[in-house]
């Protein structure tokens, strides 16, 4: 099964967690700066990921990139979705760029998968909860990086 991760970040953590995700799934990871319609489209599984900036929205380089996703052909493509965010800084806002990729690849078509539970978490309110599960893996790397590890393994052997 081929895999695409599709990251945007500024810092370094989401690009790690791409990485990390890419390694143990022997996918490709691409940053969304030089991603292509054929990355969103040329494989059997795409796993898009943001950090949430500030009080909940996409990574800068996602926005600036945003139109990328929206002329690929996503109709019953299987997309999983992570998120990274600081649930105790940005309580009401957590992972809420995973809610605003998660509503543009439904638009498209996509069929999302990868749900994941709210607990184990502390925060408010998130657009990433949908139906009580968030729409994807959602990771605290301020405050729990050490959960990381084990949330990534179990995310994905749901996904393949």
Same mark, same amino acid.
């Given at each position: 099964?081929?895999?695409?991760?599709?990251?945007?970040?500024?810092?370094?953590?989401? $690009?790690? %967690? /791409?990485?990390?995700?890419?390694?143990?799934? !022997?996918?490709?990871?691409?940053?969304?700066? +030089? =991603?292509?319609?054929?990355?969103?489209?040329?494989?059997?599984?795409?796993?898009?990921?943001?950090?949430?900036?500030?009080?909940?929205?996409?990574?800068?380089?996602?926005?600036?990139?945003?139109?990328?996703?929206?002329?690929?052909?996503?109709?019953? $493509?299987? %997309? /999983?979705?992570?998120?990274?965010?600081?649930? !105790?800084?940005?309580?009401?806002?957590?992972? +809420? =760029?995973?809610?605003?990729?998660?509503?543009?690849?439904?638009?498209?078509?996509?069929?999302?998968?990868?749900?994941?539970?709210?607990?184990?978490?502390?925060?408010?309110?998130?657009?990433?909860?949908?139906?009580?599960?968030?729409?994807g893996l959602a990771l605290d790397q301020d405050t729990q990086s050490g959960m990381t590890e084990k949330r990534v393994t179990a995310w994905l052997s749901q996904l393949i």
């Open positions: 099964m081929s895999i695409t991760v599709i990251f945007g970040s500024d810092g370094g953590a989401t $690009k790690g %967690v /791409a990485s990390k995700i890419s390694k143990k799934c !022997q996918g490709r990871s691409v940053d969304i700066k +030089d =991603a292509t319609t054929d990355d969103f489209e040329n494989c059997h599984l795409l796993i898009l990921g943001s950090p949430t900036y500030g009080d909940g929205t996409l990574q800068t380089d996602w926005e600036e990139n945003i139109d990328k996703l929206r002329g690929a052909n996503l109709k019953g $493509k299987k %997309v /999983a979705l992570f998120g990274t965010g600081d649930q !105790q800084t940005y309580p009401l806002s957590f992972v +809420d =760029a995973m809610g605003i990729l998660y509503d543009e690849v439904s638009a498209l078509g996509a069929q999302v998968i990868g749900f994941t539970e709210t607990a184990g978490y502390d925060y408010v309110g998130s657009t990433a909860e949908r139906d009580g599960k968030f729409v």
